[in-house]
């Protein structure tokens, strides 16, 4: 053959084998890219936001468990947002996460969910693929427990709180479901110091020294976010968990807040939604809680009121006065000041990890969740050795409160022996506990044995939630109650392990706090046998957290060998047949003669300059009466004249950090007061301040009315303060 045509021939042999193995390369990238959700295949994410708040005055706060704490107006609104992400390949297969701006999540409101769930969207959500979490503020209105301990404590199963904390939460599902759209999930974590303090230090000290080495923090200072945009790159949600007790508003707070979090959240979501108020816009941002149990806000630690000096002991006790003038505040000079400089603390870390989260999740969807008997569940310690769970009960220290807000009667913190007078009152008035509730409790001394309580009703639930759901390399963990640091750490940690066993490596964990049920607190062995406030709340025993670690450990196993329906099986509880139980007073209103509601009683100032408070007192009604229509209401506006249209357009409502709603309740008649504290970029020009409200009057229906204060004028230069 002639050499030139032998070298053509050649020429062409190569082009055709190379042109077969880039063909091979690319059909076989194109195949690993068809099955792998990546950027060309997304998950399905909605995200939506409801109003969720209940009565803002009379009914008690939850949290502190002060009987004085009842609510008399509001800072902010209060909000649940929920995401939905489902399967690329499979829209059915999805997960629900809720946090809720309420201090927990109670089992009715659990099984009251669920059961509107299932009858708007059959079995498309379940227990199995839902997850409601609260961000744990300790200033909203109670009410919504069927159990007794927590009815006394919120005066009631009160109706108006439960139905708007269930509707706020359908509402947000409801737009998250409807607001579907093809996008992508990014996760980044990252360091957040000196804005929260272990507030059981000493308790965290009786770990052993092999764990707390481990750490360099005696708190979780990691805050892990999730970053949600759609296929073109918009955002459309960010939602984040970090280990924080929204107390900064102490239990003298009577106005109704979503806390720190919730202010880090409402600055995320005014950054996006520009030219919204707040609680409207399509941007949807929430902080979630985590393993907050030992977890203060409140930086400068435990100090005497009385005398300013340090009361960091093991019993946060005070040479004078005791227990109950040992108080932690900080980092401001006030507790709105403190929110304010904890949340924005927040808002600027989440923002930075939000900008700065590249890493895509993808990966199938799984879940599992159980009804667990917690009073009577067998844990394994080791080969030999065996342990049980109790009944719940309370310990003495449980009545001690913390130093974010100590208890009553000057009972102490780390308190492993009972007192005579108090166990014949305890006996008394409720049951002597049994030798074997005792027993099973030890080192704890039982004050409220509640498994062995159950008139009207059962004080406090045996069973509970257990749930963990998986999206592609990240995992939540719904825990229900408040887990402290370690105990938090010990979860993660053997849940990671877990995973790696079955070849599942490099996944990421997520500590949710109070979800489903609220089980109060879950400490170490360790932690519980000195018996601080949190060991005293963990109502299972001293083994609580080992049967919570052998609980996911099962269901771990369960979802990477896909026998998830093997898991064993525990009737769901009931909903009690309770309609409305209330303890809080009729409403009847009355108004001066000659006055009409709405009225302006004192008058604004004709100027102010930016920094100072406009305020204005109105002749006032319960804001009870406007519970029903809360969540299309607000108390109050803040509005700004503009010349070119020659309209009062609205610049503020209540639910903005600026304003406040104060109702003072007087001998049948009360109060509004309207505040606007005026913002240095407030723009110069002409305003009025307007109170929306409604009255009944004693035998009259409902009705609506409104007031308006005088028109004032802002100036533009700052107020020097001293």
Known sequence: MHPQKKWAVSRLAILLIVSMIVGIVAATILLIFAFLPGKSDPYLIGVGRADCTGPVAEVPFMGFGNPEQNGAGLVTRQYCRTFIIAEPKNYTKRVVFVTAEIGMISQRLRLEVMKQLKQKYADFYRNDNVILSATHTHSGPGGYFQNTLLMINGRGLIRPTVNAIVKGIIESIDMAHQNMKKGHIFINKGVLQKNQINRSPFSYLENPKLDRDRYSSNTDQEMTVLKMTTVEGQDIGLFCWFAIHPVSMNNTNLLTSSDNVGYAAYLLEQDKNKGYLPGEGPYVAALASANLGDVSPNTKGPHCINTGQSCENLHNYCPVGGAKMCIASGPGHNMFESTKIIGRNIYLKAKELSSAAFEEINGPISFAHQWVDMSNVTVQLNATHSAKTCKPSLGYSF????????????????????????????????????????????????????????????????????????????????????????????????????????????????????????????????????????????????????????????????????????????????????????????????????????????????????????????????????????????????????????????????????????????????????????????????????????????????????????????????????
């Open 399 to 722: 009545a001690a409160g913390t130093m974010d807000g100590p208890g009553m009667f000057n009972f102490t913190q780390g308190s492993i022996q009972g007192n005579s007078f108090w166990d014949a009152v305890r006996d008394a008035l409720f049951v002597e506990p049994s030798s074997e509730l005792v027993e099973c409790q030890k080192p704890k001394p039982i004050l409220f044995p509640t498994g062995e309580l159950f008139k009207p009703y059962p004080w406090q639930t045996d069973i509970i939630d257990i749930q963990i759901a998986s999206i592609g390399s990240m995992v939540i963990l719904a825990l229900p109650g408040e887990f402290t640091t370690m105990a938090g750490r010990r979860i993660r940690e053997a849940v990671k392990s877990e995973f790696e066993a079955h070849g599942r490596s490099g996944m990421h964990f997520i500590l949710a706090g109070l979800c489903n049920v609220y089980t109060h607190y879950v400490t170490t062995f360790e932690e519980y046998q000195i018996q601080r406030y949190e060991g005293a709340a963990t109502i299972y025993g001293p083994h609580t957290l080992s049967a919570y670690i052998q609980l996911f450990r099962e269901q771990v196993k369960a979802l990477v060998k896909d026998s998830v329906q093997d898991l064993p099986k525990h009737p769901e509880p009931a909903i009690f047949n309770i309609t409305n139980i209330t303890f809080l007073f009729p409403i009847i209103d009355t108004r001066p003669i000659g006055r009409k509601y709405g009225d302006v009683l004192q008058d604004v100032e004709p100027i102010y300059r930016v920094g100072e408070v406009a305020r204005a007192h109105f002749v006032g009604a319960n804001p009870r009466n406007s519970v029903e229509n809360v969540s299309k209401f607000t108390f109050l506006t803040v509005e700004k004249y503009d010349n070119t249209s020659a309209y009062w357009e609205t610049q503020y409502n209540d639910a903005s950090w600026d304003t406040r709603f104060i109702w003072k309740k007087g001998w049948g008649r009360s109060t509004a007061i309207v505040e606007w504290h005026i913002p240095n970029s407030t723009e110069p020009g002409t305003y009025r301040l307007r109170y929306f409200g409604h009255h009944q009057e004693l035998l009259r229906p409902v009705q609506a009315f409104s007031g308006m204060s005088s028109v004032f004028e802002v100036s533009d230069s700052e107020v020097v303060k001293s």
